[in-house]
């Protein structure tokens, strides 16, 4: 379900992708990717009325501000978020850093970096075993050469302390961002945009694969399940196998071009929130993709996802 309809009235950017939702202060919020600086809105209810609040982040040496997250410790707001600098226009020199904030709100101020590049979509946890990182790095050589999700444990919310294991990869065509991208023969494929979250026995870290472009665009998991010390101790496997394509959410008669998600739970039950644009939506000269959610059953290492209008 659409959840932001733009007024024509608003000042707001047509789309809001890779959106990242929290509840604090009794409200609602959802930070988004944009070139200029970190998307935010606001809603007193998760089916209500939206506010763009406009750009609570931004640095005038920094652009290309993609999939930003927003963790409250001890209160205060750590937004890791990834951008490249002004003057360097490969993306893959993108690096994940850190702001901070005593409001949802913000303003956030810089920190510090805290990946080297390339480093994208960072989701910072806390359990019972300390502070965790998932993020995104690259790999040139691997037979599905590409883009995939790692796990390391955090020192403090601006350390990692760099000994990080591989938790997702690529295993299907289904997930090839581009064919022969940087040689003949050696197709790119992405995996990306982890959100980790735990019920009972079962960890749980959702994923992206492919691009928002391609008709295979989707969002994916893989399960753990026991007890640990460290999370990296886990082996996640892909649901239901790394050999079968079986989407959680995907293009359907409503929209398309569904993925990157975070989760919410709201009066008991669990959201899946992405982005995704209507089916016969024009194509504009900006992303149009708007932030969504849709009810998202958790059931034993399982979870199902209604798509809806």
Not at 104 to 111: D, L, S
Not at 140 to 156: N, P
């Amino acid at each position: 379900m659409k959840l932001y309809h733009r007024k024509p009235q608003d000042n707001a950017p047509l789309g809001q992708a890779d959106p990242y939702m929290i509840k604090a202060n009794g409200n609602y919020y959802v930070y988004a990717t944009h070139e200029k600086g970190v998307q935010l809105y606001k809603s007193s209810s998760l089916f209500g009325e939206w506010e763009f609040l406009g750009f609570c982040y931004s640095r005038e040496c920094e652009v290309s501000y993609w999939a930003p997250s927003v963790i409250e410790l001890d209160g205060v707001f750590y937004m890791y978020y990834s951008t490249r600098y002004v003057g360097n226009d490969d993306v893959h020199s993108h690096r994940i850093k850190v702001a901070t904030s005593t409001s949802p709100e913000g303003p956030f101020e810089f920190k510090c970096e805290l990946l080297e590049p390339f480093s994208i979509d960072a989701h910072v946890i806390k359990d019972d075993t300390g502070l965790y990182i998932f993020y995104c790095n690259n790999d040139y050589d691997s037979v599905r050469a590409g883009t995939f999700i790692m796990l390391d444990k955090m020192v403090d919310p601006f350390t990692v302390e760099g000994k990080p294991v591989r938790v997702v990869v690529s295993s299907l065509d289904e997930e090839i961002f581009q064919k022969d991208r940087f040689k003949v023969g050696q197709h790119w494929h992405t995996i990306e945009g982890a959100f980790y979250f735990k019920e009972g026995d079962y960890h749980y870290v959702m994923y992206s694969g492919s691009a928002y472009e391609k008709e295979t665009y989707f969002i994916g998991y893989s399960v753990a399940k026991g007890e640990t010390d460290d999370l990296r101790k886990l082996n996640f496997k892909k649901y239901p196998d790394d050999n079968t394509y079986k989407p959680l959410v995907c293009k359907n008669e409503y929209l398309e071009g569904s993925g990157h998600n975070s989760v919410i739970v709201d009066n008991g039950k669990y959201y899946c929130i992405y982005h995704a644009r209507d089916i016969g939506e024009p194509v504009k000269d900006q992303d149009t993709r708007t932030f969504r959610a849709d009810e998202m059953v958790v059931d034993n290492g399982v979870l199902s996802v209604t798509l809806t209008k």
